[in-house]
């Protein structure tokens, strides 16, 4: 057992304390331990039996509780394994322009929403995304400030690479106008993106960073979300953001939050900062490119819609630094790697590394690479050979995807159709874990498994079942841990009960390896996720034996 995974299952002790023992039964389990199972036994915060409704009486003298599940499916809980949750719950409490149909509507959002917030010293907002209007631009700097009445605005957008501000957020960071990314008629990016963005998160209180953060969390519990992935660092939050966040998850019965902290390591103090800062890796959005919503991805060839190929913030040398430091630290390493030429970078980094430190302590640590959207055959080989971690989110492509959408728009279709190849990295033996790099686009687990699953390239779909694991044990593999994100004796109690419809072993067509579609497999079932169909609706939600949403009046 690793060190980490020392400290995990501490930590689940520590949060379970004392627990009443449960029999669930008179459901669906969705267990490897019993394909057929209708009942499970809880006790100290974990998995104790799973089994038969027959086998279950032997149990229900012994219990502090009986639970009558009444025909519900109980499963893992899921974890998002790519979430910035501040952000989260401020998109959650502020300006949300998701929905806008329009520039026009943005923009009426925007004024009611100041007028709204009075007394906020910077108005926050997410969610704009130009390309789906019909004007086909962003909002000028001149029309946010007429609709704010000249007051402070910081408005990214969806992919959070890029942002529109007002004159008076200028105002508060002097020297903006001299850092790369500044654009006086266009949306801002890099160091001046950065810069605005500390500057209006500097501004949010302790008190509506709490709230904010509650939001979020509960969010996640009200969707069968167990555990969530922070995403931070110097570039997205700030250290008090983090350690707050990290300490509230561990004090309130709320989801789990594993902390990743995006800085360059490269020496035992650094690798040391990074641990006291409560993160389990070096990793998440240390950023190698941008986004390619904003023009950002380093790319090996031009966009199909600028004469450019994005924006390299490290090199193949600069990973390898990293990883080489982190390996010999005990420490996962990560990075944010979307456009082609990023992910080579990313891939001929960490080889250099595994050649100075050796492949076998490399592959250990579980590296891993978030998003990895533009991949090639020769740079999934490598992800396997490293044993990389691919943490992806497959609500990208079911955003953006398809013939005539923003990938195709910023690539051309051909290359836009090889974005995102689920089914190629499953059968190279990559590694995965989902998630929804929330606020980029919305907490949201079984819409995750279904994007995956009816990706919009054929060729990349993957069955339900293996989008459903990638989503639940993928997650706890993607932090050092092997025992979990299941249900089976011995596993943390994490799990999640639904009302849902029929289940099925389902793969979305004859392209998709489908392990076995005929019950008599054995094979457990899932809800059905063919497109269309409403689907499943969480009604409690339980960490380490601990209930942290019921869905009321259930």
């Not at 044993?387 to 051909?414: I, K, N």
């Not at 639904?498 to 392209?511: E, S, T």
Request: proline share 6%; with cysteine; glycine share 10%.
């Amino acid at each position: 057992m690793t060190e980490h995974e020392r400290d995990s299952q501490a930590t689940d002790t520590a949060r379970t304390g004392e627990t009443p023992t449960l029999l669930l039964r008179g459901g669906e389990v969705h267990s490897p331990a019993d394909p057929f199972a209708t009942a499970m036994v809880v006790e100290r915060g974990h998995v104790a039996w799973v089994g038969s409704e027959g086998a279950a009486d032997a149990f229900a003298s012994g219990v502090d509780e009986v639970i009558d599940l009444e025909g519900a499916l109980v499963t893992p809980a899921f974890t998002d394994a790519h979430v910035h949750t501040t952000a989260t719950g401020l998109a959650l409490t502020g300006l949300d322009l998701s929905g806008a149909r329009d520039l026009g509507e943005a923009l009426a959002l925007v004024r009611d929403f100041a007028a709204s917030r009075p007394g906020d010293r910077v108005l926050l907002g997410h969610g704009w995304d130009a390309a789906r209007w019909p004007e086909r631009r962003h909002p000028t700097r001149g029309e946010l400030d007429e609709a704010t009445g000249g007051r402070p605005l910081y408005l990214p957008r969806v992919d959070v690479h890029s942002a529109v501000v007002t004159t008076a957020l200028l105002d508060l960071v002097p020297g903006v106008t001299g850092l790369d990314g500044y654009h006086p008629d266009a949306p801002l990016t890099g160091a001046a993106h950065h810069a605005v963005r500390a500057a209006a998160h500097g501004a949010v209180t302790p008190a509506q960073r709490a709230e904010a953060q509650r939001a979020a969390l509960h969010r996640a519990a009200s969707l069968g979300i167990g555990t969530v992935h922070e995403c931070g660092g110097p570039d997205i939050s700030d250290e008090a953001d983090f350690t707050s966040l990290l300490r509230l998850a561990g004090e309130e019965p709320l989801p789990r939050v594993v902390g990743y902290w995006a800085q360059a390591v490269g020496c035992p103090e650094d690798a040391r900062r990074v641990r006291e800062l409560g993160a389990v890796g070096a990793a998440g959005d240390l950023f190698v490119d941008g986004s390619l919503g904003s023009h950002t991805a380093c790319l090996h060839e031009s966009y199909a819609d600028a004469a450019h190929t994005g924006t390299a913030h490290l090199d193949a040398a600069a990973v390898a630094a990293h990883v080489t430091a982190c390996t010999e630290a005990g420490l996962q390493a990560g990075f944010h790697a979307i456009g082609d030429a990023a992910v080579t970078a990313v891939v001929e980094g960490v080889r250099a590394a595994a050649d100075k430190v050796g492949l076998h302590r490399v592959r250990a640590a579980r590296h891993r690479v978030e998003h990895a959207e533009m991949l090639t055959p020769e740079t999934i080989a490598a992800f396997a050979e490293l044993g990389l971690t691919a943490s992806v989110q497959p609500a990208f492509d079911a955003a953006w995807g398809g013939d005539d959408g923003m990938y195709a728009e910023r690539l051309g279709v051909e290359r836009a159709r090889t974005l995102n190849p689920y089914a190629a990295l499953l059968r190279a033996g990559v590694p995965l874990a989902f998630g929804s790099d929330s606020p980029v686009t919305p907490l949201d687990p079984w819409g995750t498994v279904r994007a995956a699953a009816f990706h919009r390239t054929p060729e990349h779909r993957v069955s339900v079942r293996a989008a459903f694991t990638a989503h639940t044990r993928g997650g706890w593999r993607a932090v050092g841990r092997d025992d979990a994100g299941v249900l089976v004796p011995g596993a943390p109690a994490d799990y999640a009960v639904w009302q849902a419809g029929d289940l099925v072993v389902q793969a979305p067509d004859d392209r998709v390896a489908r392990w076995s579609t005929d019950p008599r497999s054995g094979t457990p079932g899932l809800p059905d996720l063919t497109p269309g169909n409403p689907l499943p609706v969480c009604l409690r939600t339980v960490v380490g034996g601990r209930t942290v949403f019921v869905r009321p009046n259930e």
